[in-house]
């Protein structure tokens, strides 16, 4: 039985950086090539440079190292987003059209394609959102990730090939900065609170997001990717969910550790695109697909993100 070689895309982003050492683990070191568009000097020896819209270095680099899944994470999110919509729409469907066509010409086995709760809009019911509702994102970001499942259905349906992909929410992680999205306020807020600095806070004390804890969020991408192909129905992306809380709810989890945490709200042009996503979904079709469940509540995450940013910033009271 051959070797699975995975080629991770966008593999330094907030997903990608946690990602790639649990595939590391999962499928051995030299199994696992790891690219972004910009690697930094400290990081050459464990990634790659790779341009994801470059169709011939993409397929050189696949036939090179004989990869049999990609993992296609390089993307503008949702906030940077808005400030460049042109170029956010270019790049995430130009690096998604390459990633399917070199799958499709070489033959590989899977790919992963992330989306996202920002394909919801206006339309969608704001709690306890299903699965296959209406689609009218408000946001660049949100419409190419919509298109990208379109896209990811019509591959399964014509050629034939395996793409999977979740919906994810808000995730929370200590390993790296926010990077741009909306729901980023949730791990900036950890950093300040650990660091005895007050946080300012662009969404409003009550604007509820779906979330999830970063560990939770690769076991759900390794459990998705790793499961029979007999058992995944959605060919679009599955919904995925763990918790649904407001900023009001992680300050009052955060003060159980950090009583004298100040944070005011001063709300941007986040809030809107907050406000229109739903503020809970439903996953029921990746809970009897595939058996998803979330295994962190709030104050797991709080306790483990507090833990964590302590060291990481060598703070030992």
């Not at 469907?93 to 919801?120: G, Q, Y």
């Not at 946001?139 to 034939?160: D, L």
Request: overall charge neutral; proline content about 5%.
């Amino acid at each position: 039985m051959k070797e699975d070689k995975v080629l991770v895309t966008g593999a330094g982003g907030q997903l990608g950086t946690v990602l790639v050492k649990a595939l590391r683990k999962l499928k051995g070191t030299k199994n696992v090539i790891a690219t972004d568009l910009f690697v930094k000097p400290e990081q050459q020896d464990l990634m790659l440079p790779l341009d994801a819209t470059d169709i011939e270095a993409v397929a050189q680099l696949v036939v090179e190292r004989e990869v049999t899944q990609i993992y296609h994470l390089a993307a503008i999110l949702s906030a940077q987003g808005e400030k460049q919509p042109l170029k956010t729409w270019n790049i995430n469907l130009k690096s998604f059209f390459t990633i399917l066509e070199v799958a499709r010409r070489h033959r590989l086995d899977k790919v992963f394609f992330p989306s996202s709760i920002a394909v919801f809009g206006t339309k969608a019911p704001k709690k306890h959102t299903q699965q296959d509702i209406f689609l009218n994102p408000t946001t660049v970001y949100g419409m190419s990730k919509a298109a990208g499942e379109h896209w990811a259905n019509y591959y399964f349906i014509k050629y034939g090939l395996d793409v999977r992909s979740l919906r994810y929410p808000g995730i929370i992680g200590h390993q790296s900065l926010p990077g741009g999205g909306t729901t980023d306020y949730a791990v900036d807020i950890y950093h300040r609170a650990v660091n005895n600095e007050p946080f300012i806070c662009y969404l409003k004390a009550d604007t509820a997001l779906p979330m999830i804890f970063m560990e939770d969020a690769v076991r759900a991408t390794l459990e998705l990717m790793e499961v029979p192909e007999y058992q995944i129905r959605t060919r679009t992306s599955y919904n995925l969910s763990a918790l649904s809380i407001t900023p009001a709810e992680v300050v009052k989890s955060i003060k159980k550790w950090y009583p004298s945490f100040e944070v005011t709200y001063k709300e941007d042009f986040r809030e809107a695109i907050a406000r229109s996503w739903p503020s809970s979904i439903l996953d029921t079709q990746a809970r009897e697909d595939w058996g998803w469940k979330p295994r962190y509540l709030l104050d797991d995450i709080t306790i483990e993100m507090i833990n964590e940013l302590k060291k990481k910033y060598n703070l030992h009271a």
